[in-house]
């Protein structure tokens, strides 16, 4: 039985990355608040790891929910020492940019970054208050690398770079790190929904790439950024397959 070790919560922990973080967090002894739109696959999640895990239906783009989020954590699980900002989304991606709908590119950048945002400002202050704390985001490799077709996911990811950043330098008197992982292409649902449901696209997208990561490749990631001595903090980490530069 691995030691007890600080308490998680998860952004969209019920699929994909969010899942596989999950899972290794909870694996290597830490406690973890799994948040999702989708309770019924958190909480199949949260059953599955036992008493060291709860589910929370969260809507990150739900302001007045994010809001009272600390409030909502059972007391059981706090303090949260470790935020994971992991949901996210692509709804409609990989489309030029006048030819896509608005409401899509709104709804990317309301949860990729305003989420992302609001949920680091919601836990933030008790992390302050205890000069300690994690703070983990999911942004992408689009942050870095600009693939035409999709502007919208681009641009939130692009944010988040900046935002990880600057949250960094302005937490540097505290004892809080902050770090940003990047994955490249990664086998999960993102891109079937990226596609509506359509399994030839996203297998056609798959074929191009050849090669994918797996979620418990990010997750392993996350682990090592979290394992580090409290004196260091992995700033960055890109994570691509082997055959991408
Ligand atoms: P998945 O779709 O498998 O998982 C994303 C999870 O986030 C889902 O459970 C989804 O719920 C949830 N979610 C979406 N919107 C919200 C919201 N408003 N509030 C709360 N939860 C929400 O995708 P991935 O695991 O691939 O994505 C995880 C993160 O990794 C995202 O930030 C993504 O941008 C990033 N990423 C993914 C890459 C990839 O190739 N897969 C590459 C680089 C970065 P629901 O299923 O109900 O929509």
New binding site residues.
């Given amino acids: 039985m691995p030691e007890a070790k600080g308490t998680a919560l998860i952004?969209?922990?019920?699929?994909?990355?969010?899942?596989?973080i999950a899972r290794r967090l909870a694996e290597a002894g830490h406690r973890v608040v799994l948040?999702?739109?989708?309770l019924a696959?958190a909480t199949e999640l949260a059953q599955s790891l036992g008493e060291k895990a709860t589910a929370l239906q969260?809507?990150?783009?739900?302001r007045a929910r994010v809001d009272d989020l600390p409030n909502l954590v059972p007391p059981a699980f706090r303090p949260i020492e470790i935020l994971v900002?992991?949901?996210?989304?692509?709804i409609g991606g990989r489309t030029r940019f006048d030819l896509g709908k608005a409401d899509d590119w709104s709804s990317i950048i309301?949860?990729?970054l305003n989420?992302l945002m609001r949920v680091t400002r919601a836990m933030l202050p008790d992390m302050v208050r205890r000069n300690s704390g994690d703070i983990v985001n999911?942004?992408?490799?689009?942050a870095i690398r600009m693939v035409p077709d999709m502007a919208a996911?681009t641009a939130s990811?692009a944010g988040v770079r900046a935002f990880t950043d600057i949250l960094r330098a302005d937490l540097a008197e505290t004892g809080i790190r902050v770090t940003e992982i990047?994955?490249?292409?990664?086998?999960?649902?993102?891109?079937l929904?990226r596609h509506r449901g359509d399994k030839a696209a996203e297998q056609e997208y798959f074929e191009r790439f050849k090669i994918?990561?797996d979620?418990d490749d990010?997750a392993r990631s996350v682990l090592f950024a979290l394992d580090q001595p409290a004196h260091v903090q992995i700033a960055q980490l890109y994570i691509l397959p082997v055959n991408r530069w």
């Fill in positions: 952004t969209g922990a019920a699929s994909g990355i969010g899942r596989a948040t999702d739109l989708d696959g969260l809507d990150i783009t739900d900002n992991n949901a996210g989304h692509d309301d949860t990729n989420g999911i942004s992408s490799i689009s996911y990811k990047l994955p490249g292409l990664t086998k999960t649902n993102i891109i929904k994918a990561l979620p990010i």
